[in-house]
């Protein structure tokens, strides 16, 4: 089955410096998104991304999805203290309908 | 902003015994799930209902689990033999359309359950 890798596994950076967490599809998605799950929470949209080489933006987070719609990459640009969570991104496969596969996730702590 | 609402928010039950986790997706929402996360682990896909059926299902999705929708609001999981393995959190998601057109996932605050 299709299988969604995420690294790294765990992310220890200081506040102010810059986060990046990679994701990896076996097969080729339709769409990606992203999710972020404070400790404690349930996962919480971001953002989706369809197009092959799409970048999107939000203030400080850069979302960018692979030419092979394969990968997908986010980056958090000047971490804050409030950035902490579990990122995952989770990828529908194409010809998929609604199996959203999430990723295994990219743990986030920010020492302030 | 609307929400769903899973409850309990916690379950405790022995082996063996029969558990319904119950959800109230957004109202104008077609399309409901189940996800399951064993603690510090992924959020894994159990499975997927719309128009009154299961669309798809996972393959941990087996004859131990059912999903309804007894009425027009409530969505529920019922798992008839619960098994240690089956300890974890539950979570419940809504979407407005299928997830192929930019329709993210809602998802309830969960239901944590505890197999003793």
């Known amino acids: 089955g299709q299988q969604v890798m995420q690294i790294p596994q765990y992310q220890h950076v200081q506040e102010g410096e810059d986060f990046t967490t990679y994701c990896n599809s076996s097969?080729?998605?339709?769409?990606i998104q992203w999710y972020k799950q404070r400790p404690g929470g349930h996962p919480v949209f971001l953002i989706q991304?369809?197009?092959?080489?799409e970048v999107k933006k939000q203030k400080r987070l850069t979302f960018q999805f692979g030419e092979a719609k394969k990968n997908s990459s986010l980056h958090i640009t000047a971490t804050q203290t409030t950035d902490v969570g579990t990122y995952f991104c989770a990828g529908l496969p194409t010809g998929g309908y609604q199996k959203v596969t999430f990723g295994t996730g990219t743990k986030l702590q920010v020492i302030p | 902003e609307p929400e769903v609402t899973q409850t309990p928010s916690h379950q405790v039950t022995q082996m063996g015994q029969e558990v319904i986790l119950r959800c109230v997706p957004i109202s104008n929402h077609l399309y409901f799930y189940w996800y399951r996360q064993i603690l510090g682990q992924k959020v894994e896909f159990l499975v997927s209902f719309y128009n009154n059926e299961i669309s798809e299902k996972s393959e941990i999705f087996d004859d131990q689990f059912s999903v309804e929708r007894p009425d027009g609001s409530n969505f529920t999981l019922k798992i008839r033999s619960t098994k240690l393995e089956d300890s974890a959190m539950y979570f419940c998601a809504s979407s407005a359309r299928t997830t192929g057109y930019n329709s993210p996932l809602h998802f309830g605050n969960g239901t944590r359950l505890t197999v003793t």
């Open positions: 991304l369809v197009k092959s080489g």
């Open positions: 097969t080729t998605l339709s769409n």
